[in-house]
């Protein structure tokens, strides 16, 4: 695809300035040649696997368009269902498609876009309105849409939905030159701007709405489409939608209908805390951190840091992910960060990397690129497998390696119906070789290090300047700086935060240890001892062809203790090495993650550094020492394997623990161990599938939904159609009151059973039990189907018997058993 001339990319439009003196500017990302042997292979991945993939998974939304363009072009539309946001992650799958198109010509992949650019073209309305499910008259108030155009803004994803459109139509144009996706957004931004600041008689009785998006995303796309267009108008309506939020409209509800649910709580400029939805949270913090840079907004500048303080000291978790309360997908109350339980969306560890990414070219500081690293290479880059075609959507700091924290499934899935997380990934992925260089007239920043090569204008001249680096497996970064003359300008180099005495800006995480290595630099062989500013080390000179500059950021494996306030990492501590956080997985560690303990006064000790190879990228091990309990309980002297958190879950399933206890205590043999407090002694079944356990029938853990999404479950996958049995033991006889079991069903292929029924063992005998005259063996979704006896009973075992529907597996949640006795 040909990249016109005037092309500026995301990056460049972050914090891009109208009007500023001198402002950062990224380099491009297409103008930056990455060699790195740790992203390149997530590129090539990305192009051959990922984006393909996600195109495939998106033609629903291609097909939800396609419904509009038919209904207005006069065709009799049947089946047509109604969604919030389905396009939104074909838009947002088409921006990561162009960044890579830029990289190399692709005619069948820019033969798909024109394809589906026609679509989207015949889906808007002559006024500009785009949103399928009014077009063709299937959305309504009860899917969360309205019964009319912009009438449910808060939950609709009217506004959302464009926003995506927009930066697809940039990148589109950016790579190609082609316009007609762009004129689709600005005809739709244009109508929007007429709707909600001017007044338009077709909608809202002509009175304009003055309401901010209920998820943002529409805000940061208007500044980049003013950026790309130089029309301000678009700047304009960026600002007021900021400024009319938490002030025109506040929701008074609860849950998704909360004043914080979506930030409308307070106007932006007078917002303290980060509350509410995390991705939609830092969708908003990014607009601001643009607008207070390029409206010189002061206001909006002291919030952001009152913002950002709120969530490094108190709501980020080690690996850079936000909003770890699950049901509102957000921000909990200060200090509430669990590990198992932990919920951090992807998307929002992309938003607090674009977020961050922003801040910097605001501030010029370092620790803002050190936040945005540790949430890439850690809870970003774990979203996605080596393979590039599995995610997570919920990404815990630690797991059983049974519990389906991920949607339903205990690893990576290969879509969710809510597919944004996938969609980001693969939007968010090409842009990384943009955040490696920045610069101004007198200043080159080297943002994020790795094997790359650019050019910039910089000390009046044009320089050539590659990095040649190992980094982030190794900290090593050769600089080579070849300026067509002699250029007096300053070098900036990040030195990061987990240098020093912390592993990520803060008040939450310091190091428990100290290390005797520091960094330092060398200029053509000699070394140095330049100024820091701003987490950067700046050296100012004369610079010539040929000159060649080193950096060594010593990577020890380093302790990390938590702020006390944090109650599940009580008595616990985390491995680092460099940027990456480190964890433990079983299949490294011959069994449970949860085994392992810390002395009371840990430490590192030796470690050898090796590497795992796998079929799809290798990844740095480090062995340290630990202690593990034995199945007696005891505890013995062991080797801990641990890898970067990033890598998990790519090989066999199993445990995985970021936080280790130093309380002996604290530590489990068997995490799927009956709980002491259980009714049964002992279970057992005919088949249990390696994905599941057993004892999750009996432990206690209350379902909400039969889908088994939430908790522990025993399943007979991948056995279909055959027949299966459960048996559960009392510690001794007691007398039955009733017996209910909780069913699982899923959308995929476990389900309800054919039939089923129960036995009991009677001083060593099975025998049936005898149902109460009016009971029966029912399988009602969502609640337990009880069953009671036909007269007293006493036994000291029961045995569940089914028969699967027919290419079907079993499930059960949950066994309760009520007693007399």
Request: glycine residues 6%; aromatic residues 10%; proline residues 6%.
């Amino acid at each position: 695809m040909k990249i016109i001339a005037y092309s500026v990319i995301l990056l460049s439009a972050l914090a891009f300035s109208l009007q500023a003196q001198d402002p950062i500017e990224p380099v491009p990302f297409h103008e930056v040649e990455m060699t790195s042997e740790f992203w390149r292979p997530r590129l090539i991945t990305q192009r051959k696997v990922l984006v393909p993939f996600a195109f495939e998974k998106t033609e629903s939304g291609v097909a939800h368009l396609q419904a509009a363009a038919d209904f207005l072009a006069g065709k009799k539309v049947e089946g047509h269902r109604p969604h919030r946001f389905i396009d939104s992650d074909l838009y947002k799958v088409m921006e990561g498609a162009a960044y890579l198109a830029q990289l190399k010509d692709d005619p069948e992949l820019e033969a798909q876009f024109d394809r589906i650019v026609d679509v989207i073209a015949s889906a808007q309305e002559p006024n500009g309105y785009l949103y399928p499910s009014h077009t063709t008259g299937v959305g309504t108030d009860k899917n969360m849409m309205g019964n009319k155009p912009y009438s449910f803004v808060v939950h609709s994803h009217e506004l959302y939905n464009m926003g995506h459109l927009y930066e697809a139509a940039i990148a589109y144009y950016q790579a190609t030159g082609k316009d007609k996706l762009l004129k689709v957004a600005e005809k739709n931004a244009q109508h929007v701007n007429r709707v909600f600041f001017v007044g338009d008689p077709k909608y809202n009785g002509g009175k304009p709405i003055r309401q901010a998006p209920g998820h943002q995303e529409m805000e940061l796309a208007l500044v980049k489409l003013s950026k790309v267009t130089g029309k301000k108008l678009y700047l304009e309506m960026a600002e007021k939608f900021l400024d009319v939020r938490g002030k025109t409209y506040v929701p008074d509800g609860e849950g998704v209908m909360s004043p914080t649910y979506a930030q409308q709580h307070a106007p932006v400029d007078k917002q303290s805390e980060a509350v509410g939805h995390a991705v939609r949270a830092t969708y908003l913090y990014s607009a601001m951190a643009d607008l207070a840079h390029l409206k010189k907004k002061n206001s909006y500048t002291r919030a952001l840091h009152r913002i950002w303080g709120n969530i490094t000291d108190t709501r980020m978790h080690i690996t850079g992910g936000l909003g770890a309360v699950h049901g509102i997908e957000g921000f909990g109350p200060a200090y509430l960060l669990p590990n198992a339980d932990a919920f951090n969306e992807t998307c929002a560890a992309v938003g607090n990397v674009l977020f961050n990414f922003r801040m910097f070219l605001v501030h010029k500081d370092a620790k803002y690129l050190d936040v945005a690293e540790v949430s890439l290479l850690n809870n970003v880059l774990a979203a996605v497998n080596l393979e590039g075609n599995r995610f997570f959507y919920v990404n815990p700091l630690e797991a059983d390696g049974k519990y389906p924290f991920n949607h339903g499934t205990m690893g990576r899935a290969p879509w969710f119906g809510t597919a944004c997380c996938p969609s980001n990934m693969a939007r968010l992925l090409p842009q990384v070789q943009g955040m490696t260089y920045a610069h101004d007239k007198e200043n080159l920043y080297l943002a994020m290090y790795a094997d790359t090569s650019t050019e910039v204008e910089v000390g009046g001249t044009k320089l050539a300047v590659s990095q040649k680096t190992n980094y982030p497996n190794e900290g090593r970064v050769e600089v080579s700086l070849n300026p067509e003359k002699s250029a007096s300008f300053s070098l900036r180099m990040r030195i990061p935060t987990w240098t020093g005495e912390q592993f990520v800006p803060g008040k939450l995480y310091r190091y428990l240890d100290s290390s005797s290595e520091k960094w330092g630099i060398s200029v053509n062989g000699k070394k140095v001892k330049p100024r820091t500013e701003l987490g950067f080390a700046v050296l100012t000179r004369e610079w010539e062809k040929g000159d060649k500059v080193v950096l060594d950021l010593p990577m020890p494996t380093r302790l990390n203790d938590c702020d006390e306030r944090v109650e599940d990492n009580h008595d616990r501590v985390a491995f680092t090495r460099g940027p990456f956080v480190l964890c433990a997985e079983e299949v490294d560690n011959d069994g449970a993650t949860q085994r392992f303990f810390l002395d009371e006064k840990p430490a590192v000790g030796k470690t050898q550094v090796s590497r795992v190879k796998h079929p799809a990228g290798s990844f740095i091990k480090v062995v340290s020492q630990a202690n593990a309990l034995k199945e007696s309980g005891s505890p013995e002297k062991r080797n801990l394997s641990l890898i970067p958190y990033y890598a998990w879950n790519n090989r066999n399933p199993g445990s995985m623990t970021i936080w280790f206890p130093t309380n002996p205590k604290l530590s489990i043999y068997d995490p799927h161990k009956l709980p002491k407090e259980s009714i049964f002694k002992t279970l057992k079944a005919s088949h249990t599938s390696e994905l599941d356990t057993v004892s999750a029938i009996g432990d206690g853990k209350e379902p909400r939904w039969s889908s088994g999404k939430k908790v522990p479950r025993w399943t007979s996958r991948p056995q279909l159609g055959v027949k299966q049995w459960v048996e559960g033991h009392f510690e001794k006889p007691r007398k039955i009151r009733d017996i209910g079991v909780y069913w699982m069903q899923d959308q995929q292929d476990v389900k309800f059973p054919k039939e089923w029924s129960l036995e009991v063992r009677k001083q060593g005998e099975w025998k049936a039990f005898e149902l109460y005259v009016t009971d029966r063996y029912d399988n009602r979704a969502n609640q337990y189907n009880v069953v009671h006896p036909a007269a007293p009973l006493t036994c000291d075992a029961i045995r569940i018997k089914m028969m699967p529907k027919e290419d079907a597996a079993v499930g059960i949640l949950e066994i309760k058993v009520v007693f007399e006795d």
